[in-house]
T-cell receptor, first 112, second 111 residues
Framework: GESVGLHLPTLSVQEGDNSIINCAYS??????FIWYKQESGKGPQFIID?????DKRQGQRVTVLLNKTVKHLSLQIAATQPGDSAVYFC???????????FGGGTRLMVKP | AAGVIQSPRHLIKEKRETATLKCYPI?????VYWYQQGPGQDPQFLIS???????DKGSIPDRFSAQQFSDYHSELNMSSLELGDSALYFC??????????FGSGTRLTVV
């Protein structure tokens, strides 16, 4: 079936550097995506979302880029901090809006 | 701001026992979702409810059932528990196709 997935299982960055986490999706009809951060033993926490009528959206220290041509989105975290260490998931909302499907997570490790 | 409340936070059951997990969505959210997350895995969609009616169904075993009540809270009932059911169970709620918010989860351990 169609799914959302991530390229890298683990990303290690130096504190202060920028982080880029990637995600590929296969359903060209997908029109709404969310990035979640999950710390150990906790529920997924909303970071930022983007709809298909946009190619970029910025938040506080985070930017999501959407490339519909190649069905790819990325999460950029500026000036990565130790508190950013977590697993990051991209998620896709189906067209009916009643199911959110997660892709495989990427573990971000921030080195001091 | 109110969040999604799940109870209990931790639950230990023996094989073949029954467990009930509860979820209280954010006020005015009309949709509830249940997810199961095994160790090192991404959350897997189980089932969702919109306005107290089952909306969609994912990889939920026949031993599991769920419902949403008139006050919009939802319960996930799990019977004949197996060791493989040990996982984190998350509930999320949304208002239509927006505002997806997750609870802190229930950690179920089957021994």
């Amino acid at each position: 079936g169609e799914s959302v997935g991530l390229h890298l299982p683990t990303l290690s960055v130096q504190e202060g550097d920028n982080s880029i986490i990637n995600c590929a999706y296969s359903n060209s009809a997908s029109d709404y995506f969310i990035w979640y951060k999950q710390e150990s033993g906790k529920g997924p926490q909303f970071i930022i979302d983007i709809r298909s009528n946009m190619d970029k959206r910025q938040g506080q220290r985070v930017t999501v880029l959407l490339n519909k041509t190649v069905k790819h989105l990325s999460l950029q975290i500026a000036a990565t901090q130790p508190g950013d260490s977590a697993v990051y998931f991209c998620a896709e909302i189906n067209n009916a809006g009643n199911m959110l499907t997660f892709g495989g997570g990427t573990r971000l490790m921030v080195k001091p | 701001a109110a969040g999604v409340i799940q109870s209990p936070r931790h639950l230990i059951k023996e094989k073949r026992e029954t467990a009930t997990l509860k979820c209280y969505p954010i006020p005015r959210h009309d949709t509830v979702y249940w997810y199961q997350q095994g160790p090192g895995q991404d959350p897997q969609f189980l089932i969702s409810f919109y306005e107290k009616m089952q909306s969609d169904k994912g990889s939920i075993p026949d031993r599991f059932s769920a419902q949403q009540f008139s006050d919009y809270h939802s319960e996930l009932n799990m019977s004949s528990l197996e060791l493989g059911d040990s996982a984190l169970y998350f509930c999320a709620s949304s208002r239509g196709p927006s505002g997806y918010t997750f609870g802190s989860g229930t950690r179920l351990t089957v021994v």
